[in-house]
Each structure stands twice: as structure tokens, then as C-alpha cells.
């Protein structure tokens, strides 16, 4: 029973458009969002994060989106570049255990040149 | 520089053997985290441990074993009852629960059956 989905295992964009990465979730009792970029054989990075009380929270070319309603958030990279290319990781935290992070599958993202 | 080095990188197991996977900090985190990835399924937890000499189950314990004796240290060891043992595992580490932390990776170990 998977908490966190990413429905789409890859996407395909050219540089210098906009990247769209979505995640849902199933639990309302997620509290703290995150995303994480990993390259292959490497261990993911931390990329950007959000809170519940935030609906949007922006670091550079990277902003994540929080919709609570619809149990979804996104990350959006503008412009996308070519060194943007591997797999981002959505992940949650509950508010009843902040140590338990439920990650989704993956979506491999491929920015060309 | 602080960070969280695993090792070794590739590990291969024999069938009915244990191997031990090591998992390495310096960044001063409390609490540590064992991951295994499989081919297109998220990252699933293993064991955690949010202080030193304590450690709990996460999802899919079974055929698994950990130990923290020290703060820097969590390794894992994938016992023969882990019938399907190969995969890749992350191992991980953030400050105290409560603070809204990032978690932050090494760089994974990956182990095959023989």
C-alpha cells in the first residue's frame, strides 16, 4: 500500500522549458514534504522541502507546490538544464512520527539538449 | 567534509551466508535510517534508529538485523532469511525528530546473490 505515488516514471523536456514533476499522496496525516534528486549509483540528494502551512516554497530554478485538498504537490524547474537530468524522489512525513519518510517511485526526468 | 559514507559499494552473498553492511557518519545526526531500493519501486524502510543503543523496525524488517552502538554507526546485516536479498541499500541520517530535517544519503551499497 503505497502512501506516496508518482505516477509517471519518466518525463522528457527540452532545455530551457519548464519541468513538471507531480506526487500524490494518500495519507492527510503527512505533514512535511520533500523532494530529492539522485544520480545513478549515487544516494539521493536533498533538493527542496515544504511545510503543511506553506503552499508554495521556491529556491532558485526549483519551486514545490503543496496542494492539500487534493493530496498533491509538485516540483517545477524553470529553466530546466541538462545537469537537471535523473530521478527525483518525492517523499512525506507524518505528524505522528517525523522519522518515518515514505517515499514514491521515482520519476526520471531527461532534459535535452 | 561531514557526510555518510557506506561501503562496500558492490557486495556479493552466497546463499545461506549473512554479510554485514556498514554505514558511517560524521555529520553528528541523531537518528539513521536503512533503505532498500528495488528496480522502479520508491525507497522502503528497513530498520531506524533515533538514538544510540535503540533502533526500530520499519516496513519490510524481515531477514534484516541493525545494531547502534555508537552514535556514527548503523550497520546492517542482511541475514540468510532474507530470501530476496538483492537490491540496492541507502543508508541515511538527520538531525532529531521534531525538526522538519532533511534527510542525507550515502551513496548505497549494492548486493547480489552469487
Known amino acids: 500500500d503505497q502512501q506516496v505515488k508518482q505516477n509517471s516514471p519518466s518525463l522528457s523536456v527540452q532545455e530551457g522549458r519548464i519541468s513538471i514533476l507531480n506526487c500524490d499522496y494518500t495519507n492527510s496525516m503527512f505533514d512535511y514534504f520533500l523532494w530529492y534528486k539522485k544520480y545513478p549509483a549515487e544516494g539521493p540528494t536533498f533538493l527542496i522541502s515544504i511545510s503543511s502551512i506553506k503552499d508554495k516554497n521556491e529556491d532558485g530554478r526549483f519551486t514545490v507546490f503543496l496542494n492539500k485538498s487534493a493530496k498533491h504537490l509538485s516540483l517545477h524547474i524553470v529553466p530546466s538544464q541538462p545537469g537537471d537530468s535523473a530521478v527525483y524522489f518525492c517523499a512525506a512525513t507524518p505528524l505522528y512520527n517525523f522519522n518515518k519518510f515514505y517515499f514514491g517511485s521515482g520519476t526520471k526526468l531527461n532534459v535535452k539538449p | 567534509d561531514g557526510g555518510i559514507t557506506q561501503s562496500p559499494k558492490y557486495l556479493f552473498r552466497k546463499e545461506g551466508q549473512n554479510v554485514t553492511l556498514s554505514c558511517e557518519q560524521n555529520?553528528?545526526?541523531?537518528?539513521m535510517y536503512w533503505y532498500r531500493q528495488d528496480p522502479g519501486q520508491g525507497l522502503r524502510l528497513i530498520y531506524y534508529s533515533q538514538i544510540v543503543n535503540d533502533f526500530q523496525k520499519g516496513d519490510i524488517a524481515e531477514g534484516y538485523s541493525v545494531s547502534r552502538e555508537k552514535k556514527e554507526s548503523f550497520p546492517l546485516t542482511v541475514t540468510s532469511a532474507q530470501k530476496n536479498p538483492t537490491a540496492f541499500y541507502l543508508c541515511a541520517s538527520s538531525e532529531i525528530q521534531g525538526s522538519n530535517q532533511p534527510q542525507h544519503f550515502g551513496d548505497g551499497t549494492r548486493l547480489s546473490i552469487l
Open positions: 555529520l553528528n545526526h541523531d537518528a
